[in-house]
T-cell receptor, first 113, second 112 residues
């Protein structure tokens, strides 16, 4: 019930293409869904986040789509750039219950020039 | 921009030894967390700390682990008797009240 499942494990995209990473969760009590970006040897950094009362959130080239009934959410990176090459983690939490983050397995994104 | 800092960046220790990992959270934050990431795997929650006490801990956080906020700025994770399987990257995180958790750069712990 606490798990967050993420796919794909790895993704190769051409520069300028769209990168799409998907996540699914079980616990309907989760109320906060962030995406973190991690470069090798660094800590995760918040990229964008959404709450379940919104179906989509866009910040620059990054968009989260949220499907509450399907218990799924996804990250879309438009016009992908080589600098976007990193590992992306989705996560979920019960934000008003201490906020511990349950992370997905991670997706290693490689954007080819 | 304020950030979470962690020391040391790398720690090598012998099995059975005690280690203390240190973190300085962002100054006006109220919630503090430790996570770990075994090489190539996902980030896993260890413990959360609020109002000077543990608010939640995972199954990983057994009696060998402890946390402390000894003063107004530091937040430490102690592993009393390290095991080979404790080798991982340990991340400290903090947040003000809700939503965004800010992560430190991590401490890479290697237990030999």
């Amino acid at each position: 019930q606490q798990q967050v499942k993420q796919s794909p494990q790895s993704l190769i995209v051409q520069k300028g293409g769209i990168s799409i990473i998907n996540c699914a969760y079980e616990n309907t009590a989760f109320d906060y869904f962030p995406w973190y970006q991690q470069f090798p040897g660094k800590g995760p950094a918040l990229l964008i986040a959404i709450r379940p009362d919104v179906s989509e959130k866009k910040e620059g080239r990054f968009t989260i789509s949220f499907n509450k009934s399907a218990k799924q959410f996804s990250l879309h990176i438009m016009d992908s750039q080589p600098g976007d090459s990193a590992t992306y983690f989705c996560a979920a939490s019960r934000d008003n219950q201490g906020g511990k983050l349950i992370f997905g397995q991670g997706t290693e994104l490689s954007v080819k020039p | 921009e304020p950030e979470v800092t962690q020391t040391p960046s790398h720690q090598v220790t012998q099995m059975g030894q005690e280690v203390i990992l240190r973190c300085v959270p962002i100054s006006n934050h109220l919630y503090f967390y430790w996570y770990r990431q075994i090489l190539g795997q996902k980030v896993e929650f260890l413990v959360s700390f609020y109002n000077n006490e543990i608010s939640e801990k995972s199954e990983i956080f057994d009696d060998q682990f402890s946390v402390e906020r000894p003063d107004g700025s530091n937040f430490t994770l102690k592993i009393r008797s390290t095991k080979l399987e404790d080798s991982a990257m340990y991340f400290c995180a903090s947040r003000r009240v809700q939503e965004t958790q800010y992560f430190g750069p991590g401490t890479r712990l290697l237990v030999l």
